[in-house]
C-alpha cells in the first residue's frame, strides 16, 4: 500500500474540519440554508411538544438531514458552475435550475412527512 492510501487519523481529522468550514459557509452565506435551520428548529420544538414517537423521530431526522443536504448540494453545483464559467450561460442555468428544483422536490417531500406526523397530533389538540 503506498503512503497515499495508508490510513491517517490526521487526514480523516481534517476531513471533519473541511465538512465543518463548508456548514459554516452555508449557515453564514447561503439564506436558504438559514431558513432551512429555522423550519429544522421549528419541527424538533414541534416534535418534543407534542411527544412523537421514535418511529416518527427517524422520519423526522431523516426529512431535515435531507433537505439541508440537498440544500448543500445545491450550493455547490452553484458555487462549482460559477467558478467554471462565472458569465452566464445558458446551459450552466439549467444545472443551476434543475438542482434548485431536486431542493424543491425534496422540501415539498419533507412538508408532507411533517403534515402526516404532525396533523393528528394537532387535531388532537382541537378536539
Request: with cysteine; glycine share 4%; net charge positive.
Amino acid at each position: 500500500m503506498s503512503k497515499n492510501n495508508a490510513f491517517s487519523l490526521k487526514a480523516r481529522l481534517m476531513s471533519f474540519s473541511f465538512a465543518i468550514k463548508g456548514l459554516r459557509y452555508l449557515a453564514v452565506y447561503e439564506h436558504n440554508f438559514r431558513v432551512h435551520m429555522v423550519v429544522a428548529f421549528s419541527v424538533i420544538s414541534l416534535g418534543v411538544c407534542l411527544q412523537v414517537t421514535r418511529f416518527e423521530w427517524l422520519w423526522l431526522i431523516m426529512a431535515i438531514a435531507s433537505v439541508m443536504s440537498a440544500e448543500a448540494m445545491n450550493t455547490a453545483i452553484e458555487r462549482a458552475c460559477d467558478a467554471v464559467i462565472p458569465e452566464h450561460n445558458q446551459l450552466i442555468g439549467v444545472a443551476k435550475d434543475v438542482a434548485a428544483g431536486a431542493v424543491f422536490i425534496n422540501a415539498c417531500a419533507c412538508a408532507l412527512i411533517g403534515v402526516i406526523i404532525f396533523l393528528p397530533y394537532i387535531v388532537l389538540i382541537f378536539i
